[in-house]
């Protein structure tokens, strides 16, 4: 049995956050976040994680022509739960009306997406399940240290989401081939350390105090190097050669990394997806929410075959080889949608910025 990409959903949040924005409260400047990384703006959420996930998950469920009850396995790719008891995807499954769905969170950081879809190829080409969601979701922005310049700048949220289901023929597409792994010989150039259960609680402001660890050359060099290796270990692995692929949709972390990656890997005839301008670093969603733009914007086109590829904390690195079916069109529609925000995108986070930029005094 082979399976296929059969629908297709993303969910961003309407607040828009400028380099300008960013200034107001961190020394930073536009120039030197275009010039460092590509990005624009990017997206602060004003809604829990499961619920741009969700989002995301009924609109791929609606492109796939499918029914929320239809689905029988939901995979969260994350590393900002709501909650960790009970997972995120519990939320999900609720929120999203997927009744007969098992669901669980997939922590791979930026890499997740890679991971979950892996899971969701081996769901359905073993026969135990028909219809798979794989969702990655963040909600970035409530783990970010405001007062950390080098790591503030770089983040955004959003959720992405795609449909697996079996492919019968040629014109529905295949997911060919994936290579993820980790290198956690690398795992000290970026951490969020003492998060977690290894966190003392009793220590005041303990859930406030996320410095991050965070070499960004070391990243930028190590990550340009994992995506390149896992992409053409999966390209072989699909039996097809480097001529054959037509996109390339690398996570989206700094636009100079998406192109150094495109050197090293000289793809001749691949066209690669660039959003990062708009979103930042979404983690686990720039993939799913790249891939809807990319369709969105005419960049996809049906029966074209693709290489997405991501790397991030572990250092977990993953790549897929991935047939797209004939049809780029949506099956269904839904009117899912976030609540709207009554105010800025900077407003979303005051409550940080108080405690961040202007001293933990002023929180009551
Ligand atoms: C983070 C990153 C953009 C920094 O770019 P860089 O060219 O390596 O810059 P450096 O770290 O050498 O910093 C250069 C200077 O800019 C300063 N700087 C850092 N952040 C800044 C900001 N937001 N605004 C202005 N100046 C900043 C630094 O303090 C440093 O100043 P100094 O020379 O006076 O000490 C880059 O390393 C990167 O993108 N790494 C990968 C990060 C990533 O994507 N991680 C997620 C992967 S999943």
Same mark, same amino acid.
């Given at each position: ?11 961003? =949040? ?40 969700? $989002? ?42 997927? %009744?007969?769905?098992? @669901? ?6 930026? *890499? ?21 969601? @794989? ?17 503030? $700048? ?8 795609? $449909? ?28 969020? =350390? ?9 220590? =005041? ?38 001529? &054959?692929? &037509? ?10 990394? $998406? ?32 891939? @809807? ?17 991501? @790397? ?8 897929? *080889? ?5 049809? %780029? ?9 976030? =609540? ?25």
């Amino acid at each position: 049995m082979k399976s296929t990409i059969t629908g297709w959903g993303k969910c961003v =949040p309407d607040n828009v956050v400028t380099n300008d924005d960013m200034a107001t409260f961190i020394d930073t400047s536009d120039e030197w976040i275009q010039q460092r990384t590509g990005i624009k703006e990017r997206r602060f959420s004003h809604v829990n994680n499961s619920d741009m996930a969700s $989002v995301a998950g009924l609109r791929a469920i609606a492109t796939a022509g499918l029914q929320p009850e239809d689905i029988d396995v939901v995979i969260l790719a994350t590393c900002t739960p709501d909650s960790i008891v009970p997972s995120a995807a519990s939320h999900v499954q609720k929120k999203m009306g997927c %009744v007969n769905a098992i @669901v669980y969170d997939v922590n791979a950081a930026c *890499a997740g997406f890679l991971y979950a879809m892996q899971q969701a190829k081996a769901f359905i080409e073993s026969g135990i399940y028909k219809n798979a969601v @794989v969702i990655g979701s963040e909600h970035i922005t409530w783990l970010l240290d405001w007062s950390d310049r080098n790591t503030a $700048v770089l983040f955004g949220d959003g959720a992405g989401a795609m $449909v697996v289901q079996e492919s019968n023929d040629e014109s529905e597409g295949e997911i060919y081939s994936f290579k993820n792994g980790l290198s956690s010989d690398k795992l000290a150039i970026l951490e969020v =350390p003492n998060f977690g259960s290894a966190m003392n609680r009793f220590t =005041p402001y303990a859930a406030a105090e996320t410095t991050w660890t965070f070499d960004g050359q070391e990243i930028f060099k190590n990550g340009i190097r994992a995506m390149g290796n896992a992409s053409e270990e999966a390209i072989a692995a699909s039996g097809l050669t480097k001529e &054959d692929i &037509d996109l390339l949709i690398p996570h989206q972390a700094n636009l100079r990394i $998406v192109e150094g990656l495109e050197r090293n890997l000289k793809l001749p005839n691949a066209k690669t997806l660039k959003y990062v301008h708009k979103y930042g670093n979404t983690s686990a969603a720039s993939i799913p929410t790249a891939f @809807v733009d990319g369709i969105e914007d005419g960049s996809i086109k049906g029966g074209e075959t693709m290489v997405i590829t991501a @790397v991030g904390a572990g250092l977990a690195w993953g790549a897929a *080889a991935i047939k797209l079916g004939q049809r %780029v069109t949506p099956l269904g529609e839904t009117d899912a949608a976030l =609540p709207e925000f009554d105010g800025t995108g900077v407003d979303v986070i005051q409550e940080s910025i108080d405690y961040f930029v202007h001293g933990k005094k002023e929180i009551q």
